[in-house]
T-cell receptor, first 116, second 111 residues
Framework: DTEVTQTPKHLVMGMTNKKSLKCEQH?????MYWYKQKAKKPPELMFV???????INESVPSRFSPECPNSSLLNLHLHALQPEDSALYLC???????????????FGEGSRLTVL | DAKTTQPTSMDCAEGRAANLPCNHS???????VYWYRQIHSQGPQYIIH???NNETNEMASLIITEDRKSSTLILPHATLRDTAVYYC????????????FGKGNQVVVIP
């Protein structure tokens, strides 16, 4: 299994809603990532988890709250978002550690979020 | 991570080899060159990476100049399905695992 699965594929939410994006992988990867991609722009890194601990937060607003409950799952909790947060949210995973870490990231197909 | 420079866009003929250039003149000795692509409405896909030797896999070949300041990704027989944004990225293979995308090269394969 070389897939990263993201759900839902599409999400529409109001500015007062609370929702979550989910990501799952079963490749034994111990690094997981959230990226945000606006239309016609490259993906921008938001968060990195290494061994289920948050290792990188790229100064993301607190209305985005990541969670890594175990080595296979990654969530992104959304609360009080703004219309400008509408974007494609991409999850990725990779190996960690010498010998297994080629630096290759495996990406999911993304969750397309629309904030009204 | 070192910065890269790629063309904004380029067209390639179907069935011909597509040569995608990338400049990375400030690359450090421990930084690899990675190539990813993103087909419209899909997640990015890893293509290939290399340190200093040329590399080949089932998708593409990577040619890195001897001074490592530039590289070329070669798609040997471009198909319409190869139309995508191609990203050239330089980074260390381990460490903080931060993979930062530049603007990329919009490649269109023309019949």
């Amino acid at each position: 299994d070389t897939e990263v699965t993201q759900t839902p594929k599409h999400l529409v939410m109001g500015m007062t809603n609370k929702k979550s994006l989910k990501c799952e992988q079963h490749m034994g990867h111990r690094a997981m990532y959230w990226y945000k991609q606006k239309a016609k722009k490259p993906p921008e890194l938001m968060f990195v988890y290494s061994y289920e601990k948050l290792s990188i937060n790229e100064s993301v607003p607190s209305r985005f709250s990541p969670e890594c409950p175990n080595s296979s799952l990654l969530n992104l909790h959304l609360h009080a978002l703004q219309p400008e947060d509408s974007a494609l949210y991409l999850c990725a995973s990779s190996h960690l550690g010498a010998g297994t870490n080629t630096g290759e990231l495996f990406f999911g197909e993304g969750s397309r979020l629309t904030v009204l | 991570d070192a910065k890269t420079t790629q063309p904004t866009s380029m067209d390639c003929a179907e069935g011909r080899a597509a040569n995608l250039p990338c400049n990375h003149s400030t690359i450090s000795g421990n930084e690899y060159v990675y190539w990813y692509r993103q087909i419209h409405s899909q997640g990015p896909q890893y293509i290939i990476h290399g340190l200093k030797n040329n590399e080949t896999n089932e998708m593409a070949s990577l040619i890195i100049t001897e001074d490592r300041k530039s590289s070329t990704l070669i798609l040997p027989h471009a198909t319409l399905r190869d139309t995508a944004v191609y990203y050239c990225i330089v980074r260390v293979a381990s460490g903080n695992n931060r993979l930062a995308f530049g603007k990329g090269n919009q490649v269109v394969v023309i019949p």
